[in-house]
């Protein structure tokens, strides 16, 4: 069965690999693990040709002009990086970095008054500075729908890193009606849902917007799901700044409270690529701050309108809240 491009390269790194530079960590500390990030940029720049080419397209891209090795080798060290401070993060290890939060006060309002809100992030940067909120906001919760079977050795260790971490995650390969029900349930107990909305599955309604100057598809079925739950909508964006620095920015894109519902389902086209536009143009906003950040090693504008709908003009999906394809919701975070 076709793949899309993002799931078609194979997990970076084996079993055992892996397992050894978690020891490293765990038993010598971030400073030792971190001169390991040198042989795996290494190891990535020259064993792996189509992540290497992708990094210096996309580089050349967001620059305007050629990405030399040097600069791919650093995009490289950079995604590393971020996996390895995951390891860190989510052991509880906080306290190593230096987050800087913006943007706190609309996400405060929406948990003072006890309401859930749905966090859209992308592979821009790292998800895991959420992890920040616990120490600022003890006993908020934070659900993150993740595709357990993309990168399974890497998601096992980091379950087994923090189980109730992993208890709260809601499997993004499961049929899209349940991801959507555990959604629902989750907003309704006033907990934050995190996804990553820039990758399409294959198949999925998507729309075409405009980034970095050419025409990209982007996934409809998270925006569907906001407007069926009438969900607040944050954008959440985690960037790696270099050594243990990170910003998380939280900026407000969707109260149905203050920006009315959304239209019917038969005329929420229109609504759904205006949302995915906007978002579009933040998401390019942060990747020209921090190029760098950008962790889609593939061609992002390659994947072709034939492999899936575009341009969907309707929403009279059946079956349950903005699902109509059971592959739909099945994103990795």
Same mark, same amino acid.
């Given at each position: 069965?076709?793949? /899309? ?33 040198? +042989? ?21 891209? %967001? ?8 600069? !791919? ?48 992030? =992308? ?14 906001? +003890? ?9 357990? =079977?993309?990168?399974? %050795? ?31 349930? !989750? ?5 934050? %849902? ?20 050419? /025409? ?5 079925? /998270? ?8 969900? +607040? ?29 959304? +239209? ?26 921090? /190029? ?11 994947? =072709?309108?034939?492999? !899936? ?13 903005? %699902?109509?394809?059971?592959? !739909? ?5």
């Amino acid at each position: 069965m076709p793949r /899309p491009p993002w799931k078609r390269r194979p997990e970076g790194g084996t079993r055992g690999s892996i397992a050894l530079i978690a020891a490293i960590a765990r038993y010598g500390g971030r400073r030792l693990a971190r001169l390991c990030l040198y +042989p795996i940029t290494l190891y990535f720049l020259c064993m792996r040709g189509p992540e290497r080419r992708a990094s210096r397209a996309w580089l050349a891209r %967001v620059r305007g002009r050629r990405a030399g090795l040097w600069l !791919a080798a650093r995009h490289i060290h950079a995604f590393a990086a971020t996996i390895l401070d995951r390891l860190f993060l989510l052991g509880g290890q906080t306290w190593r970095y230096d987050i800087r939060v913006h943007g706190l006060e609309p996400l405060a309002a929406l948990v003072d008054r006890g309401h859930g809100a749905l966090l859209f992030g =992308s592979h821009l940067g790292s998800f895991d500075a959420l992890r920040v909120l616990s120490r600022q906001r +003890p006993g908020l919760q934070v659900r993150i729908v993740l595709d357990r =079977s993309q990168n399974p %050795v890497l998601t096992g260790l980091f379950d087994a890193l923090d189980p109730s971490l992993a208890q709260g995650v809601i499997d993004g390969s499961q049929p899209g009606a349940a991801i959507a029900l555990e959604i629902q349930h !989750a907003l309704e107990s006033g907990a934050l %849902v995190a996804l990553l909305v820039d990758r399409a599955q294959l198949h999925e309604d998507t729309t075409t917007v405009p980034f970095l100057g050419r /025409p990209a598809r982007f996934p409809l079925t /998270p925006w569907r799901l906001a407007a069926a739950l009438r969900a +607040p909508v944050l954008l959440c964006f985690g960037l790696y700044d270099g050594g243990n620095r990170y910003d998380l920015h939280f900026e407000p894109f969707i109260d149905p409270a203050t920006d009315g519902a959304p +239209p019917p389902r038969g005329e929420r086209g229109r609504w759904l690529h205006e949302r995915v536009a906007a978002y579009a143009a933040r998401l390019e906003h942060h990747a020209r701050r921090a /190029p760098l950040n950008w962790f889609n090693f593939y061609d992002f504008w390659s994947d =072709s309108p034939d492999e !899936a709908s575009d341009e969907v003009s309707s929403d009279s999906t059946p079956g349950g809240p903005a %699902v109509r394809d059971r592959a !739909a919701l099945r994103r990795g975070a």
